[in-house]
């Protein structure tokens, strides 16, 4: 079973400030998944990255997956109370169709 | 409604009690999975469904019994619980297992479940 390593683990932070977190594994993945996670819901996709390197930005949010396809990371920027949840990344190891989740990092933005 | 609905939103039940828990997909998707979530762990695979057949058991006590009537639709029975079983129970959709990978799941709100 590969892992993902999510750090950091907790996060509590004021409105406006930028934070980057980080997913890492020592495995290669087909595609990197983000998901949101709030109190008392379900995981929301947010974004899928499948070739190294790449960039996708989502409104305030800029998620990177690394050129070797073993890391990403998710940089919030001017971080707002509504962006308050578990982040989770989840790896797809292609042939298994199985995703890989890490243990998630919890944001908290105060107003 | 859209998206996957699960049903109840919260169980309690004591370890001799027999319940079931609910899922039900309005997306056309052909693969169903049930999570079991604990804090301070990774999502927890427990079973798959693509097209209605079961392709993954992830070394599932047989105390919890999976059931996929249709693409639709998926219940995890749950039987003489232990207390570490108390969890959020998540249900997840995709079109097919492929999809899956590059995607993304859609999950449910999940069902809070306590064992006393």
């Known amino acids: 079973t590969q892992l993902l390593e999510q750090s950091p683990q907790f996060l509590s932070i004021q409105e406006g400030e930028n934070l980057t977190v980080y997913c890492n594994s020592s495995s290669v993945f087909s595609s990197l998944q983000w998901y949101r996670q709030e109190p008392g819901e379900g995981p929301v996709l947010l974004v899928t990255v499948v070739t190294g390197g790449e960039v996708k930005k989502l409104k305030r949010l800029t998620f990177q997956f690394g050129d070797a396809r073993k890391d990403s990371s998710l940089h919030i920027t001017a971080a707002q109370p509504g962006d308050t949840g578990l982040y989770l990344c989840a790896g797809g190891e292609g042939g298994s169709y199985i995703p890989t989740f890490g243990r998630g990092t919890s944001l908290i933005v105060h107003p | 409604e859209t998206g996957v609905t699960q049903t109840p939103r919260h169980l309690v039940m004591g370890m001799t009690n027999k319940k079931s828990l609910k899922c039900e997909q309005h997306l056309g998707h052909n693969a169903m999975y049930w999570y079991k979530q604990s804090a301070k762990k990774p999502l927890e695979l427990m079973f798959v469904y693509n097209f209605k057949e079961q392709t993954e058991n992830n070394s599932v006590p047989s105390r919890f019994s999976p059931e996929c009537p249709n693409s639709s639709h998926l219940f995890l029975h749950l039987h003489t619980l232990q207390p570490e079983d108390s969890a959020l129970y998540l249900c997840?959709?995709?079109?097919?297992?492929?999809?899956?990978?590059?995607?993304?799941?859609?999950f449910g709100s999940g069902t809070r479940l306590t064992v006393v």
């Open positions: 997840a959709s995709s079109q097919d297992l492929r999809a899956g990978d590059y995607y993304g799941y859609t």
